[in-house]
């Protein structure tokens, strides 16, 4: 007799393994896969976080805290490794997403959410290193920034407004999750299942302007990063060349990466068929 499986049995589990599929899949041009590394951060880095992560995910499916409070602890929680930013930005999908439980209830949540939310997602940028660039005076560097933040009355949503010009993983508050939905619905038509990611990603890359990419290098490199993807879709570039031009250029699309997580997971709640 057949044994039987029920893993990924709920939504902690479900997300655990979207972080474990993204970083697995390959090739993802100019991110770290089964193929290459980071000089700094591993594969192994992005595996551990995963592993590390699962106390947390399951604290948020149970809705132990507020959205801030459990972005923080994930954080908190992942940064138990030498390999710096692994999944900050996927936490800011993933908590609001596993906390919602369908995306209806992940809107309201958002909705919900507090000064007090803001204030310890604020916190939690102290607890590993991430990209910023600083626009005004709520500089997540700045500590004097969570007063302002309590000062103004800003909730965790309101701080996604104010950063969703720049910052692509905070729009996915403003507009529904729709990047991370328009993902999973590509990989639960595509035919090809376990090599679904790559391909979603690469299409993904081709429509968007990686915001990651544009804070480390500015938008004309974001702008050719995207142009360039598309040639690989029209088959006027391989996906090869495209990979070894981003690591040429230290371009990773790093919130693409993030995004991805986010559609792995929806996807796999929707009963996707990731190992078929």
Request: aromatic share 6%; with cysteine; charged share 25%.
């Given at each position: 007799?057949?044994?039987?499986?029920?893993?990924?049995?709920?939504?902690?589990?479900?997300?655990?393994?979207?972080?474990?599929?993204?970083v697995?899949?390959s090739?993802?041009?100019?991110?770290?896969?089964?193929?290459?590394?980071?000089?700094?951060?591993?594969?192994?880095?992005?595996?551990?976080?995963?592993?590390?992560?699962?106390?947390?995910?399951?604290?948020i499916?149970?809705?132990?805290?507020?959205?801030?409070?459990?972005?923080?602890?994930?954080?908190?929680?992942?940064?138990?490794?030498?390999?710096?930013?692994?999944?900050?930005?996927?936490?800011i999908?993933?908590?609001?997403?596993?906390?919602?439980?369908?995306?209806?209830?992940?809107?309201?949540?958002?909705?919900?959410?507090?000064?007090?939310?803001?204030?310890?997602?604020?916190?939690?940028?102290?607890?590993?290193?991430?990209?910023?660039?600083?626009?005004?005076?709520?500089?997540?560097?700045?500590?004097?920034?969570?007063?302002?933040?309590?000062?103004?009355?800003?909730?965790?949503?309101?701080?996604?407004?104010?950063?969703?010009?720049?910052?692509?993983?905070?729009r996915?508050?403003t507009?529904?999750?729709?990047?991370?939905?328009?993902?999973?619905?590509?990989?639960?038509?595509?035919p090809?299942?376990?090599?679904?990611?790559?391909?979603?990603?690469?299409?993904?890359?081709?429509?968007?302007?990686?915001?990651?990419?544009?804070?480390?290098?500015?938008?004309?490199?974001?702008?050719?990063?995207?142009?360039?993807?598309?040639?690989?879709?029209?088959?006027?570039?391989t996906?090869?060349?495209?990979?070894?031009?981003?690591?040429?250029?230290?371009?990773?699309?790093?919130?693409?990466?993030?995004?991805?997580?986010?559609?792995?997971?929806?996807?796999?709640?929707?009963?996707?068929?990731?190992?078929?």
């Open positions: 007799m057949p044994l039987h499986c029920s893993f990924p049995a709920s939504r902690a589990e479900r997300a655990q393994l979207a972080m474990a599929l993204e697995l899949a090739p993802k041009p100019g991110n770290v896969d089964r193929c290459h590394d980071y000089p700094e951060t591993r594969i192994e880095h992005f595996l551990v976080s995963t592993l590390a992560a699962r106390a947390s995910l399951e604290a499916e149970a809705r132990r805290a507020g959205l801030g409070r459990l972005i923080e602890d994930a954080v908190g929680a992942t940064s138990c490794h030498a390999g710096g930013n692994t999944h900050f930005g996927a936490f999908l993933l908590v609001p997403l596993v906390y919602g439980g369908d995306l209806l209830g992940t809107c309201r949540a958002v909705e919900r959410s507090t000064v007090e939310d803001a204030v310890a997602f604020y916190r939690a940028f102290a607890l590993t290193r991430v990209r910023v660039n600083a626009t005004d005076d709520l500089d997540v560097n700045d500590p004097a920034a969570m007063d302002a933040l309590r000062d103004r009355g800003m909730t965790l949503l309101d701080v996604m407004v104010h950063s969703a010009e720049l910052d692509m993983v905070a996915e508050w507009n529904g999750f729709a990047l991370c939905s328009l993902g999973a619905r590509a990989l639960l038509a595509d090809a299942p376990r090599t679904a990611i790559a391909r979603v990603f690469l299409s993904l890359l081709a429509s968007e302007l990686d915001t990651f990419i544009v804070k480390k290098h500015g938008s004309a490199l974001a702008e050719e990063t995207r142009r360039r993807a598309r040639a690989v879709l029209q088959g006027g570039e996906v090869e060349s495209l990979d070894a031009w981003c690591i040429e250029h230290d371009v990773n699309p790093g919130s693409l990466a993030d995004i991805m997580i986010g559609a792995i997971y929806l996807a796999l709640e929707a009963g996707w068929a990731w190992d078929s």
